[in-house]
């Protein structure tokens, strides 16, 4: 076996190759031919013949000669700084000597403020055939910013201050420092983190300041039950199951809820309900003291009446109110002939139309008086005109009574449930828009609402709480001993029924109404109506059916009219306090009176309230 030993790097060397010994003269008789690409093979190189011919005898039994490496100090090292500003090269070059047949060589050429690369160069072919070479190159004041400074937009989406980003060793951004953003809901400081070849080395927590955004809020997290026992009920048959037993409990639904957005603390905490219902209740005192007052003026000019007495009532029969008032002198009457009245009384206004005037004479007393209607009898004879009627088109029910009153100066409300009524359902004859309006209402059990002072007509269900409901239902108005001056109650038998059957006409609909938790087995009389034209219709028209069956208790209650105790009105729930208890009523109707004593001159306001409630069995 030859061993061959190298001074010098192998590269870029031909086949075959030819050794040459001591005075450069060829090996005689012997030639190296590589069948495989060179590699990374060191040196001393042995050679290895196959078969018997064997190798001539060298001159020298040593070939080659032992390679040492010694480190030494560069034999030279220059450094060359150049700064200058606005595209001029900064440099930094080094050129190292090496004692060995390559130089290494670093060279750094940075151009500031232009778009050239800052490149950095690394060129070691080092005891390798083909050189070793690695670039990066960092782009400097380009269009994606390195550092941008304090750039602030008040009260706008925009970031008010992006502060420094910084890229080390290629890892990605390493460092970004405060990202304030005020009232736009984004986020307030950005984590700052420094990353070292690929590790966390420092990190800081996020800061948020100001007010957050708005958002929904989503969660699954386990929500307890409400406060109480926990009841259980097993949709199948107990088995024979191991002691002790397992209960398993189904993961939360996800639930949402919205955040509006605000600083620190919620902004959408746990509220009460707003739209809770607060019966009236006058306060219970020793005394009241009282100053009642009526004034009355003529609408068209605000002209002053005065009156000695006034009373007006309402009922759910009736589809306006009715009132008649006593003046004071000739002179007053003739003021208020065929003129709409504003009466108010103890700072609550009415509307009275003094339609029919009067006088009555005795000896040495002459009395002028007035009976009338509320405002809503402008739209009745003798203002308006009966007209006859048939709805060419198919319209709702809403829609219908809109095209009555259209461009009359009156607006309708709906409380009710709307539906639909075909072409040609509904007809009348010689009937003014009151009139109609009120057969509408009656004809699907409801009553007409009128507001006089902004000419609003609201439908509403003539029992807006059915009688076997009360007791859940909160009262407009709770009245107690100190403010009843007179009561009295009488009952009233009616047949009892738990089903009824509401039928259409020609383009009607047949429904049988029944009261929910009976057997619907004692029906009332048949009701039949034209407007009966789809299930909601007979629906309500069957409840009000079925909340008139059976006996009722009628109570007349005597009161003031005070501050907190306003006069009532037609389908309000009354609660009457009877000890301890309360029993809760339909307000059927009422009537207001008020008079000026001539002798005195001290005015006395009552109102007297007739009440409708369901007998109680024994």
């Given at each position: 076996m030859i061993a061959i030993r190298f001074t010098h790097q192998i590269s870029n060397n031909t086949q075959p190759l030819s050794l040459y010994f001591a005075g450069n003269e060829p090996f005689a008789g012997v030639t190296i031919r590589f069948d495989k690409p060179w590699g990374n093979y060191t040196s001393p190189l042995y050679l290895r013949f196959n078969g018997d011919v064997e190798p001539p005898l060298p001159v020298d039994t040593t070939i080659g000669i032992e390679c040492g490496i010694t480190w030494v100090n560069p034999l030279q090292i220059e450094q060359q700084v150049i700064l200058a500003e606005a595209a001029n090269k900064l440099g930094v070059e080094v050129d190292s000597t090496y004692q060995v047949t390559a130089n290494p060589t670093i060279e750094i050429a940075s151009r500031w403020d232009s778009k050239q690369s800052i490149g950095v160069a690394y060129d070691a072919p080092w005891s390798l055939n083909p050189d070793v070479?690695?670039?990066?190159?960092?782009?400097?004041?380009?269009?994606?910013?390195?550092?941008?400074?304090?750039?602030?937009?008040?009260?706008?989406?925009?970031?008010?201050?992006?502060?420094?980003?910084?890229?080390?060793?290629?890892?990605?951004?390493?460092?970004?420092?405060?990202?304030?953003?005020?009232?736009?809901?984004?986020?307030?400081?950005?984590?700052?983190?420094?990353?070292?070849?690929?590790?966390?080395?420092?990190?800081?927590?996020?800061?948020?300041?100001?007010?957050?955004?708005?958002?929904?809020?989503?969660?699954t997290n386990y929500r307890p039950p409400e406060p109480g026992l926990i009841k259980m009920r097993f949709s199948e048959p107990w088995a024979n199951s191991?002691?002790?037993?397992?209960?398993?409990?189904?993961?939360?639904?996800?639930?949402?809820?919205?955040?509006?957005?605000?600083?620190?603390?919620?902004?959408?905490?746990?509220?009460?309900?707003?739209?809770?219902?607060?019966?009236?209740?006058?306060?219970?005192?020793?005394?009241?003291?009282?100053?009642?007052?009526?004034?009355?003026?003529?609408?068209?000019?605000?002209?002053?009446?005065?009156?000695?007495?006034?009373?007006?009532?309402?009922?759910?029969?009736?589809?306006?109110?009715?009132?008649?008032?006593?003046?004071?002198?000739?002179?007053?009457?003739?003021?208020?002939?065929?003129?709409?009245?504003?009466?108010?009384?103890?700072?609550?206004?009415?509307?009275?139309?003094?339609?029919?005037?009067?006088?009555?004479?005795?000896?040495?007393?002459?009395?002028?008086?007035?009976?009338?209607?509320?405002?809503?009898?402008?739209?009745?004879?003798?203002?308006?005109?009966?007209?006859?009627?048939?709805?060419?088109?198919?319209?709702?029910?809403m829609g219908l009574m809109g095209d009555i009153i259209e461009n009359m100066g009156w607006t309708l409300v709906s409380e009710i449930t709307d539906y639909n009524v075909p072409a040609n359902a509904f007809s009348y004859a010689a009937k003014t828009p009151a009139e109609v309006l009120n057969m509408m209402a009656s004809a699907i059990g409801a009553m007409l609402d009128i507001d006089n002072e902004t000419k609003t007509i609201t439908v509403i269900p003539q029992w807006p709480t059915v009688p076997w409901d009360v007791d859940n239902a909160v009262p407009d108005v709770i009245l107690h001993d100190a403010v009843i001056l007179d009561f009295s109650e009488k009952r009233e038998i009616r047949p009892d029924a738990n089903a009824v059957f509401v039928r259409g006409e020609q383009q009607g609909v047949a429904v049988k109404v029944k009261r929910t938790g009976t057997a619907g087995d004692n029906f009332a009389a048949d009701i039949v109506d034209k407007l009966i034209t789809d299930n909601q219709a007979a629906r309500m028209r069957g409840t009000v059916e079925l909340a008139n069956a059976g006996?009722?208790?009628?109570?007349?209650?005597?009161?003031?009219?005070?501050?907190?105790?306003?006069?009532?009105?037609?389908g309000m729930l009354v609660g009457v306090r009877k000890g301890t208890e309360v029993f809760k009523s339909v307000c059927d109707g009422f009537t207001i009176n008020a008079s000026v004593s001539e002798s005195t001159g001290v005015v006395t306001v009552n109102q007297t309230v007739t009440l409708l409630r369901n007998e109680v069995a024994a």
């Open positions: 070479r690695s670039d990066f190159s960092l782009r400097w004041a380009m269009p994606l910013s390195h550092q941008a400074l304090l750039n602030i937009e008040w009260l706008t989406s925009l970031s008010h201050r992006v502060d420094n980003a910084l890229h080390w060793l290629d890892i990605a951004a390493h460092t970004q420092s405060v990202d304030i953003v005020w009232r736009d809901g984004a986020e307030h400081q950005i984590e700052f983190a420094i990353s070292y070849r690929g590790q966390v080395c420092d990190s800081q927590l996020l800061v948020s300041w100001g007010p957050h955004q708005a958002r929904w809020i989503c969660s191991p002691s002790p037993l397992a209960l398993r409990f189904e993961a939360s639904p996800e639930y949402c809820y919205w955040d509006n957005g605000g600083g620190l603390f919620d902004a959408n905490p746990t509220l009460p309900n707003l739209d809770f219902k607060i019966p009236l209740e006058p306060q219970v005192r020793r005394s009241y003291l009282m100053q009642p007052q009526i004034s009355c003026i003529r609408v068209s000019d605000s002209l002053a009446v005065v009156l000695k007495s006034v009373s007006i009532s309402q009922s759910r029969s009736q589809w306006t109110s009715s009132g008649n008032v006593t003046f004071s002198s000739r002179i007053d009457a003739e003021r208020a002939a065929n003129e709409l009245l504003k009466i108010t009384i103890n700072g609550y206004d009415f509307y009275l139309l003094c339609e029919v005037p009067s006088e009555s004479k005795a000896f040495g007393k002459l009395s002028y008086s007035a009976s009338g209607r509320g405002r809503f009898a402008e739209l009745s004879a003798p203002y308006v005109k009966a007209i006859n009627y048939v709805n060419t088109q198919a319209r709702s029910f006996n009722k208790v009628h109570s007349s209650i005597r009161t003031k009219v005070m501050a907190d105790l306003p006069p009532m009105r037609p």
